[in-house]
């Protein structure tokens, strides 16, 4: 079955230490997106790939990057995090005419 | 750029119906809608694109009005597992997505 999947499930880390987030996905598309959704708040996209066609939106901050290596696989490192960085980031993909997300890795910054 | 829910929440018992509205001050090429449930990603349920179609989900369906630059989600007969958190997604070109604040939908036995 396609899916999207994002490891952990769950990340804590400290405040300054670096941490990277993992997606893959079987659908196979060459679309891929990064998403922050802070508690009670909307989910805000950070980046997104057509191919390997980078795309930073204006607002993102710089402590954020992003890694394709191939069209499976995306990364999302947060250089040194903050308290503020605490937030659900979601992964997804297009299915058809849907954003198709991942599960989702909750990190807590302590 | 961020269109614009309301009610920011909303609470129904069992069998009772409610409206959704999202509206943007942008020129829209598609409205998507997103239920999330607590702790779990989004997940679509459906999209409306220039035209002003109304589609349908089971007892879900929505509208749009692309003069208005609006859409409404309607929910008939609520069932305990319409709760969660709705957003409208407004996509103004690509396939760029951008969320409203969402509303939260509460159904009560």
């Known amino acids: 079955d396609a899916m999207v999947i994002q490891n952990p499930r769950y990340q804590v880390t400290q405040f300054g230490k670096p941490v990277t987030l993992s997606c893959s996905q079987t659908?196979?598309?060459?679309?891929m997106y990064w998403y922050q959704q802070k508690s009670s708040q909307a989910p805000k996209l950070l980046f997104h790939y057509y191919d390997k066609d980078f795309n930073n939106e204006a607002d993102t901050p710089d402590n954020f990057q992003s890694r394709r290596p191939n069209t499976s696989f995306c990364f999302l490192d947060i250089r040194s995090p903050g308290l503020g960085d605490a937030a659900m980031y979601l992964c997804a993909t297009t299915r058809g005419a849907e954003l198709f997300f991942g599960s989702g890795t909750q990190l807590s910054v302590l | 750029q961020q269109p614009v829910q309301s009610p920011q929440a909303v609470i129904l018992r069992e069998g009772e119906d409610a409206v959704i509205n999202c509206s943007s001050s942008k020129a829209l090429y598609s409205v998507h809608w997103y239920r999330q449930k607590h702790g779990e990603a989004p997940v679509f349920l459906m999209i409306l694109l220039k035209g002003g179609e109304q589609k349908g989900h089971d007892k879900i369906s929505a509208s749009f009005n692309e003069k208005k630059q609006q859409s409404s989600l309607y929910l008939t007969a609520s069932q305990l597992s319409y709760s969660g958190t709705y957003f409208c997604?407004?996509?103004?070109?690509?396939?760029?997505?951008?969320f409203g604040a969402g509303t939260i939908l509460r159904v009560k036995s």
């Open positions: 997604g407004t996509e103004l070109y690509g396939n760029k997505l951008v």
């Open positions: 659908l196979n598309h060459n679309v």
